[in-house]
């Protein structure tokens, strides 16, 4: 056992293990401390609060939320991706432009999944869809016109009724 030497004294005293204890339990402030402990613990301790179950409502539900928080130009972006579930896998299918805008935003898309639905084993695939990258956008007013008569009949029956027709620049 170790000596411990008493106030004022120069004189080591040795102490046993059990006297400490006693000794402890008599102090008022040591009583206060422990009966404040438990309290103490259940304010620190993380909520425990049941995790959201992984389906496709719930996913998009978490891109939507992730992409409240980016910025403007990934926003309908993220909101537009049809996840699909694979397991622990989530698949995220996409045109190379549409992947190379998203850029170093999937690592913390990633983060955010698996905080989401308290899973860290889950994974954030993204998938080149080649097909997405066949489409042509419609750039001039010509062809803007010509993809517009092409899919909305409504708009070939107001130019037919107004007789209006593009001029080519």
Same mark, same amino acid.
């Given at each position: 056992?170790?000596?411990?030497?008493?106030?004022?004294?120069?004189?080591?005293?040795? #102490? @046993?293990?059990?006297? &400490?204890?006693?000794?402890?339990?008599?102090?008022? /402030?040591? =009583?206060?401390? +422990?009966?404040? %402990?438990?309290?103490?613990?259940?304010?620190?301790?993380?909520?425990?609060?049941?995790?959201?179950?992984?389906?496709?409502?719930?996913?998009?539900?978490?891109?939507?939320?992730?992409?409240?928080?980016?910025?403007?130009?990934?926003?309908?972006?993220?909101?537009?991706?049809?996840?699909? #579930? @694979?397991?622990?896998? &989530?698949?995220?299918?996409?045109?190379?432009?549409? /992947?190379? =805008?998203?850029? +170093?935003?999937? %690592?913390?898309?990633?983060?955010?999944?698996?905080?989401?639905?308290?899973?860290?084993?889950?994974?954030?695939?993204?998938?080149?869809?080649?097909?997405?990258?066949?489409?042509?956008?419609?750039?001039?007013?010509?062809?803007?016109?010509?993809?517009?008569?092409?899919?909305?009949?409504?708009?070939?029956?107001?130019?037919?009724?107004?007789?209006?027709?593009?001029?080519?620049?």
């Amino acid at each position: 056992m170790p000596k411990i030497p008493k106030r004022q004294t120069g004189q080591p005293i040795q #102490i @046993q293990s059990a006297e &400490i204890l006693e000794a402890s339990e008599d102090i008022p /402030e040591v =009583l206060q401390v +422990e009966q404040i %402990i438990p309290d103490l613990v259940t304010k620190l301790e993380p909520e425990t609060t049941p995790a959201i179950p992984l389906n496709i409502e719930s996913l998009k539900q978490a891109f939507s939320d992730f992409a409240a928080k980016q910025k403007l130009s990934l926003v309908a972006l993220i909101k537009l991706l049809d996840p699909i #579930i @694979q397991g622990q896998d &989530i698949v995220v299918k996409m045109s190379k432009q549409q /992947e190379e =805008l998203i850029g +170093e935003t999937k %690592i913390e898309w990633q983060a955010y999944i698996r905080q989401y639905f308290r899973q860290n084993q889950l994974q954030l695939l993204f998938q080149i869809d080649e097909t997405q990258e066949l489409t042509t956008m419609a750039y001039t007013p010509s062809e803007q016109y010509v993809e517009l008569a092409n899919e909305s009949d409504a708009f070939r029956d107001l130019v037919n009724q107004f007789k209006l027709k593009i001029k080519h620049s």
